[in-house]
T-cell receptor, first 109, second 112 residues
Framework: KQEVTQIPAALSVPEGENLVLNCSFTDSAIYNLQWFRQDPGKGLTSLLLIQSSQREQTSGRLNASLDKSSGRSTLYIAASQPGDSATYLCAVSDYKLSFGAGTTVTVRA | DVKVTQSSRYLVKRTGEKVFLECVQDMDHENMFWYRQDPGLGLRLIYFSYDVKMKEKGDIPEGYSVSREKKERFSLILESASTNQTSMYLC???????????FGSGTRLTVV
């Protein structure tokens, strides 16, 4: 059974700092890895999708890397803003999605 | 953009009631999923469907059933709601696992 772990569980940084969120998974037989954002009481918004054959994916201030052989992914958010405050979830897909518990980020103005 | 619509944002139901949670997607996706999300337990898969009238149990199907009579609609049914089914319910859909999945905005269900 796929196990997905996210470290740290929570992170608080001043505005402008770069954010580094980590995700690890136990089974490397995956289609892809998806990073989501969740605001309190809301659904999940997809941020980035990295195919199993890719090493990284970028969108604006967001960059995600994937090392399938070691079972790791990292989400970088450059120059954080208060609007980046949310919970970030990583999910690996072997058809079904298996989720980590998330990292709750607070960006202080 | 893909739209996944969950019919209710908030629901309050009584113990023992039969509850229907509806999810509709507008992109002709084959695959649809129901998850529940609880503090400390994360997101857990209840049921999924890869085609009309096809369904598979996820990790926590007990107390739930599903219906998929049309491709665009996937319903989650609580046959006799219990207080331990109070949770946030999230629906997702996708054409192919290689393209990722899109989630709805969630239904917060409270069973009293």
């Amino acid at each position: 059974k796929q196990e997905v772990t996210q470290i740290p569980a929570a992170l608080s940084v001043p505005e402008g700092e770069n954010l580094v969120l980590n995700c690890s998974f136990t089974d490397s037989a995956i289609y892809n890895l998806q990073w989501f954002r969740q605001d309190p009481g809301k659904g999940l918004t997809s941020l980035l999708l990295i195919q199993s054959s890719q090493r990284e994916q970028t969108s604006g201030r967001l960059n995600a890397s994937l090392d399938k052989s070691s079972g790791r992914s990292t989400l970088y958010i450059a120059a954080s803003q208060p609007g980046d405050s949310a919970t970030y979830l990583c999910a690996v897909s072997d058809y079904k999605l298996s989720f980590g518990a998330g990292t709750t980020v607070t960006v202080r103005a | 953009d893909v739209k996944v619509t969950q019919s209710s944002r908030y629901l309050v139901k009584r113990t023992g009631e039969k509850v229907f949670l509806e999810c509709v997607q507008d992109m002709d996706h084959e695959n649809m999923f129901w998850y529940r999300q609880d503090p400390g337990l994360g997101l857990r898969l209840i049921y999924f469907s890869y085609d009309v009238k096809m369904k598979e149990k996820g990790d926590i199907p007990e107390g739930y059933s599903v219906s998929r009579e049309k491709k665009e609609r996937f319903s989650l049914i609580l046959e006799s709601a219990s207080t331990n089914q109070t949770s946030m319910y999230l629906c997702a859909s996708g054409k192919d696992p290689n393209y990722g999945y899109t989630f709805g905005s969630g239904t917060r269900l409270t069973v009293v």
